[in-house]
């Protein structure tokens, strides 16, 4: 909870600073508990605030939209290889419950990638 006022006083703050990103489409993305918090402040913030979300999460998790309307889109990123936490069939179960809730999601699986030194380039 704290943390969302933090984030919407950063948020406000670069509007007035930038006020030609208030018409540039916004995009969340959060991993793990980020996921999570991301999805709360898109729920707790000003409708239709964000485009989209992309939420690297490990379903099942609990999340009830109060206002479907303006709720964004959710990506749920994942890694096949995962088979714990967010294996394919948790995403799917994530996924149906959004839908049940009439939000459209999509999921995109992340293959390996090798390390190399030029990962980072």
């Known amino acids: 909870e704290l943390d969302l006022g933090h984030v919407e006083l950063v948020h406000n703050s670069l509007l007035r600073r930038h006020s030609s990103w208030r018409t540039l489409p916004r995009y969340a993305v959060g991993a793990s508990s980020g996921g999570m918090f991301v999805a709360h402040y898109a729920q707790a913030g000003p409708p239709k605030f964000f ?16 206002d479907k309307s303006s709720f964004p889109p959710v ?3 994942y890694m ?5 936490f967010a294996s394919q069939a948790n995403i799917e179960s994530g996924m149906r419950r959004l839908a049940a809730q009439k939000i459209p999601t999509k999921a995109l699986a992340c293959g ?3 390390m190399t030194e030029l990962f980072v380039e």
């Open 51 to 66: 485009s989209a979300l992309a939420m690297y999460v490990a379903p099942p998790f609990d999340l009830h939209v109060d």
């Open 112 to 114: 390996p990638k090798s």
């Open 75 to 77: 990506i749920f990123v």
């Open 80 to 84: 096949p290889l995962d088979t714990k």
